[in-house]
Each structure stands twice: as C-alpha cells, then as structure tokens.
C-alpha cells in the first residue's frame, strides 16, 4: 500500500529533527550542515523557482478563464472581503487569548520592574513620554535599579537588530498610502527577481490579464491555449518536485535544526526558558484557528464537505508550510492540493490562492498581536482599547505588506511595536522561539489560503459568459 504524501512528509520532518538532534549528540554537526542541509536549501530554491511565473501565468490564465470584467470583479471582491475577514478575525482571537491568560505577568516583579525601568530610559532616549504618564524613574525606591541599568543595554546591540530596526522604522514612517504605490511596478523585469515583490506581480498580471479580456476572440483563444500549456507545464514540474519531497524536507529540518542547537542539542529546550507561557498563548491561538475557527467557517457555509476530507485534502501544503515557514515556497504545492484532492476549479485557484499567500497572513497576524501585548505585559506597560485597536489595524494592513517569506513577520511586528510606542528592539525578547512558531504560523496560513478558496468555490455562481 503506497504511504500518502502528507504521512511520508511528516516521517520526513520527525526524521530531520531526529537525525539533528542525534547528530549533535555525538559531533556530527558539521557533517549535516556541510552534507544535509544544502539539499534542504536546493529544494526551497526549486519550490520559490516554480512559485514567482506559476503566480504569474495562473493569474493570467484564472482571468481569461473567468470570460469578463463582471465575474473577475464578483471574485476580486469576494476573496479581498474574505480575506480580510479572517485576518481580523485572527487578530482578535490573538488579543483576547493574550489579555486573559496574561503570559507577560508571568515572570516576577523584580524583572518586570527592572524592564519597566528599561522602557523608560528608552523613552527618554526617544524624547517621549508613558502613555499611562507614570514615570518608575522618578520613584525614589528605585534610585539604585535606574542607576545600575543606566549602565547596562538591554540587548546586544547586534548589526543584524540594528538592520531590522532601520527597516522597520522606515515602514512606519511611510505614508497611508505607500503600500498602494509599491504595489505598481516601474519595471516588471526587476519585480521578477525578488520574491518579497509578489504584489507587484500579482498586480502586473491582473492588469494583462484584464487587458487580455478585452482583446478580440481569435487572438484572445491563441492566448488561452498558451497559457493554459504553460500552467499545465509548471505544476507538472511541482510534481516532479514532489517526489523527493519527503528527503528534501529532512534535509530541511535537520539543516535548520541543527543551526538551532549545533553541538548542544538540549539548547532547543533552554529556548523555551521564560518563554513558555509566551509560546504556549500563539500555539494555542493558531490551534484554534486551525481546528475551530475554520471548520466553524466551512460548517456554516459548506454542507457537502467535511472538515476531515478538507485536512486530509490539504495536509501535504499543510506539512510543506511547516517545513519551509514560507507560505510563496509553499503555493505551488497548495495550488496542486487544492485543485486535485479538493476538486476546485483552477479559474478559482488561480486567481485566489497566490493572492492569499501574498496578503492574507492569519497566523503571522495572530502571533503579532499576542507578541505585543505580551512584551507590553513583561514591561508593565497597560496598553488602552485604542492602543489595542491601533495592533489589530496595523497587523491586519501589515499582512498585507508582509513578504511571505521566513522571518518576514518579525519586521512586520516591529512596525505593530511602533505603532503603539513600544520599542521595536524588544524582538529581540521572542527571536529565540520565533522560528519555531514561525512553522506553525505559515502552516495556518496556508490553512486559511485553502479554507477561503474553498469557500469561494463552494458559494460563487458566475454570470453567463464565463
């Protein structure tokens, strides 16, 4: 009986992590980051190879195929509404899970005054001021506290922080509408190069896509055959891919792994230390989001498909998505899932799926929420309802700017600390878990990318001409 595909990349990733850990046990570190883990980076490449022109030909190709301007507009508008919805939806699960269970005030009042006592100095540095107006360092019973941290830095003011700080006070000292003119392209050609500039094609082939739809029949036809082939010729590429996924995806984790924990395999224990009330908040918010709020959704919405027959349909991007933390890495295999095992149209895939994996960030934006008002908690900051408002419109705009590359959301959430007058230095607090959770994060994104597109599939009728 033939393992399915999903079953062999698990053994893959427990294997990986297996192999790693044993590895670094008995000093073979150097062998698997020499030996194993470039097969792990080969396969990241050949997936993000495939990703950028399988956007770019499905959405032209989804377009013509949905006949005119009207059905393109009915499905623009259903999925940006959707979308939209989720993500929101995301965010406020995050903050209500974060505001009840309160991880931050978990460690003890010596620390938390002592990075309460941090804040300030920082404020001061930023020539700011508490919003709760109530200043530590005026208190006289913490004299020999201030002096004794007046000496010390926080965090090691390392170049790559350094780096990310820059970036993200750069976002936010952009314009309402920066994301809106990032979004054109003044030159395709460069768009095609850098994977953090999806929007940017999605936005190219929408518009030629468009444009196409209004060309006469005979050289419109010639058009839909070559793009149809071209379509066909990269997702049989995927499955080409695919076949070694399951040894990919153990080069994969072993290599990432292994970097994690190198010779010191019980390191990756010592990363949860102080950090696990933290990590247990998003695990759990993102399990919800994955096993209760989206079958809820399908429930309600879609009769004839069971939420087990949806997992079992999407597992294998599920998995993928974990392995890689990369929801574009991830699409073309999510596109292949969803089309096959879940029998949606491809003019609905095509159009939905590499939109979703470019802007609808459900997991990363419930992480973001919890991450802040977490860090705000160990710092003895209160955030006000406004303040919290202000997290759940910057994370939900911030998804869709983030990139839906590794890492891409710990930029974004030093955007969501500014927003608020946090310092964007503190993720440097969460970065020892961070890419941890970040696997699972991109795996409910992908959920979310497959539970809207079905949802579409499910409940859209096109108007005639399509």
């Known amino acids: 009986m033939r393992i399915p595909l999903y079953v062999q990349i698990i053994i893959g990733i427990v294997a990986g992590v297996i192999w790693a850990v044993v590895s670094g046990f008995v000093g073979l570190s150097s062998l698997t980051e020499k030996w194993i883990a470039p097969f792990g980076n080969v396969f990241l490449n050949l997936l993000q190879l495939i990703a950028v022109p399988l956007v770019f030909f499905s959405i032209i190709g989804g377009i013509i195929s949905l006949g005119n301007s009207r059905n393109l507009g009915k499905l623009g508008g259903k999925t940006m509404m959707l979308y939209f919805f989720t993500t929101l939806l995301s965010v406020t699960l995050g903050l209500f899970i974060v505001n009840f269970f309160k991880p931050g005030n978990t460690f003890d009042d010596a620390s938390r005054l002592d990075n309460r006592i941090n804040y300030e100095l920082w404020l001061q540095s930023q020539g700011a001021a508490p919003h709760d107006n109530n200043w530590y360092l005026d208190d006289s019973a913490n004299r020999e506290s201030v002096e004794r941290l007046r000496e010390l830095s ?8 350094q780096d990310r700080v820059d970036i993200a006070d750069d976002a936010a000292q952009q ?3 920066k994301f809106i003119e990032d979004i054109v392209p003044s030159n395709i050609f460069f768009s095609f190069q850098d994977n953090s500039n999806m929007l940017q094609i999605i936005f190219f082939a929408i518009f030629f896509g468009i444009a196409i739809l209004f060309i006469p029949d005979e050289k419109k036809g010639i058009l839909i055959k070559f793009f149809d082939a071209v379509t066909a010729a990269f997702i049989k590429m995927v499955e080409i891919v695919m076949i070694a996924a399951p040894f990919f995806v153990f080069a994969l984790m072993a290599g990432m792994v292994n970097e994690m924990a190198g ?15 933290y990590a247990l ?15 809820s959704i ?22 993928l998505a974990f392995s890689t933390s990369s929801s574009a890495a991830t699409l073309p295999v999510t596109i292949e899932c969803v089309e096959e095992n879940l029998k949606v149209d491809k003019k609905i895939t095509s159009f939905v799926l590499p939109i979703g994996a470019t802007i609808n960030m459900d ?3 419930l992480y973001q929420a919890i991450a802040v008002v977490f860090l705000a908690q160990m710092h003895m900051v209160d955030l006000a309802v406004g303040q919290q408002l202000t997290i759940v419109m910057t994370a939900v705009l911030a998804s869709i700017g983030s990139a839906a590359i590794p890492g891409a959301g710990i930029i974004m959430l030093m955007v969501v600390l500014s927003s608020v007058g946090l310092n ?3 993720v ?22 497959g539970t809207v597109t079905v949802l579409i599939a499910r409940t859209t009728k096109f108007l005639k001409g399509d």
């Open 154 to 161: 926080q965090f090691a003011e390392t170049e790559d922080m």
């Open 175 to 177: 314009g309402p509408l």
């Open 263 to 277: 010779d010191n395999p019980a390191r990756i224990l010592d990363l949860f230390t102080g950090l696990t009330w």
């Open 281 to 295: 908040a998003v695990l759990a918010g993102l399990l919800l989001m994955a096993f209760v709020i989206y079958p």
């Open 298 to 319: 399908l429930a309600l919405f879609v009769k004839n498909l069971t939420y087990r027959e949806f997992l079992r349909g999407i597992s294998p991007a599920q998995m």
């Open 363 to 365: 997991g990363t934006s």
């Open 424 to 426: 964007p230095g503190w």
């Open 428 to 449: 440097a607090i969460i970065l020892p878990v961070d890419r941890i959770l970040d696997m699972v994060r991109t795996s409910v994104n992908v959920t979310g990318d």
